[in-house]
């Protein structure tokens, strides 16, 4: 399986140990923060707030939380400023990787997930070394026990680009601006999916075995725990075999 879906089925096995550590509630706290001060406070007309909002939901982030995190962006109360960029590496095995930040300390932030790369087997590239190899698209993923056929003809009637079985689960791809009205369409047909997201699908795939794997998946999960860092992107593919034999 490619690797965003793979490192998206891991992330929901251990979700719920990071949001015990607070992880998920920052990131979504300065996600929600930087929307509402680019865009606004209302969701009608801010389309990244409302996605965030709803992540933030999904998370069962307290409705207080939500609205401070608001009023922060839109100045209403004092917060923090933050910067928000991508950085661009590679990873074990010549992976391309995509590190979407957030921080108000860009140096820290720099040295640091510079640090993640190297001692993992990577290394910080220049921009532009490996976005060309990634296409921004929204994604709707359900369990691959929903009804495949019911998912297909109402994406495609919803304006989708591609419906995908990806074997342990089903992939709609949207172009990001149609990206919410198919995630509801699909809701108001009864369609329940596990993931939705705006995200980063590699055009092509390394395949990763052996300590090179094992390389990859613990520089993901470093900087997935790294507070500045919002969203990881990689195109590893790695067997469901060797997935078992590292994290069992």
Do not use: C
């Amino acid at each position: 399986m490619a690797g965003h879906s793979k490192w998206a089925n891991i992330k929901h096995r251990k979700g719920a140990q990071d949001a015990r550590r607070g992880k998920v509630f920052t990131k979504l706290i300065k996600e929600i923060t930087v929307a509402a001060k680019i865009g606004g406070a209302e969701i009608e007309s801010n389309a990244r707030l409302r996605m965030a909002i709803d992540k933030a939901k999904q998370s069962n982030m307290p409705k207080d939380n939500i609205d401070r995190a608001i009023k922060k962006g839109t100045g209403d109360l004092d917060g923090v400023v933050y910067e928000e960029g991508t950085f661009e590496g590679y990873g074990p095995g010549g992976v391309a990787v995509m590190v979407e930040f957030m921080t108000d300390n860009r140096t820290r932030t720099v040295a640091d997930v510079r640090h993640i790369f190297s001692k993992h087997g990577g290394n910080l590239g220049v921009s532009g070394s490996v976005a060309f190899l990634f296409d921004r698209k929204g994604l709707v993923a359900f369990s691959n026990e929903a009804d495949f056929d019911a998912i297909f003809e109402a994406a495609l009637e919803a304006g989708a680009e591609d419906v995908k079985d990806e074997g342990d689960s089903y992939e709609v791809l949207t172009n990001p601006s149609d990206f919410i009205d198919v995630r509801e369409t699909l809701e108001a047909k009864g369609l329940k999916w596990e993931t939705a997201e705006i995200t980063m699908i590699p055009q092509t795939m390394v395949k990763l075995e052996g300590k090179p794997a094992e390389q990859m998946m613990k520089m993901m999960e470093k900087l997935e725990d790294y507070d500045d860092v919002q969203n990881v992107y990689a195109n590893f593919d790695i067997s469901d075999e060797e997935m078992e034999s590292l994290f069992g």
